[in-house]
Structure formats: C-alpha cells, structure tokens
Nanobody, 128 residues
Framework: QVQLVQSGGGLVQAGGSLRLSCATSIRTFSSYAVAWFRQAPGKEREFVAGFSRTGGYSSYADSVKDRFSISKAKDGDKMTVYLQMNGLKPEDTAVYYC???????????????????WGQGTQVTVSS
C-alpha cells in the first residue's frame, strides 16, 4: 500500500505564497501518476495540478495556471511531490490533497476517482 504524507499549508494573506509537500513511500514515479486536488466547503473535490503516469507530463487547472507549480524530487530513496503556490487568492482556500495511482490514464488524470492513494489533506486559508 502506497503511503502519502502531506506537510505545509496554513494561513496566508492574499498575494502570498505557500508550498505543500507530499512524501511518498515509492522510489520512482516512472509508472505512477501524482496530482494535487482541493476541496472547498460545500464543493466537489477538484483537480489542481498533476504529473501523468508516463513521461512526467504536467498539467494544471485553468484557475491556477501561471500561479501554481508542481514538481517532484527524490528525497533519500523515496519520491516527494511539491505544490508551490504563488499569488494566492481567497478563492484558493480549501483542503488540499495529494493523490497517486498506478492505473491513472491520461484522459482521466483530472478525475478524483481515478486515484487509489490519498494524503491526509492539509488546510490552506487565504485571507483577503
């Protein structure tokens, strides 16, 4: 069972920056898709950014493009995925989740139900 452990998040003023981290229990993302989702109160969980299962192709939701950046790095012998969030807006307030899956096809990359593994979630609050 793949484990995803999140850190980061918190309270920031509009225009500020935060970085989220998701430490995984796997050694390579060569056949494993990873993504960030978020869920605001009363709303459905939505895709934010992600890497495809093959080739490391990254994609972003239109609402965060040019402000957020997803990246990955090897930490020891395990992989960690990051979400750098700049120019934060009050509408970015949500619980953020990292997600992963070995069976995510590119066409389903933005669907939460395509992922098998989830982090515990972390609150991001942006004040105006």
């Amino acid at each position: 069972q793949v484990q995803l452990v999140q850190s980061g998040g918190g309270l920031v003023q509009a225009g500020g920056s935060l970085r989220l981290s998701c430490a995984t229990s796997i050694r390579t993302f060569s056949s494993y898709a990873v993504a960030w989702f978020r869920q605001a109160p009363g709303k459905e969980r939505e895709f934010v950014a992600g890497f495809s299962r093959t080739g490391g192709y990254s994609s972003y939701a239109d609402s965060v493009k040019d402000r957020f950046s997803i990246s990955k790095a090897k930490d020891g012998d395990k992989m960690t995925v990051y979400l750098q969030m700049n120019g934060l807006k009050p509408e970015d307030t949500a619980v953020y989740y990292c997600a992963g899956g070995a069976r995510v096809i590119t066409s389903a990359q933005r669907r939460a139900d395509a992922y098998d593994n989830w982090g515990q979630g972390t609150q991001v609050t942006v004040s105006s």
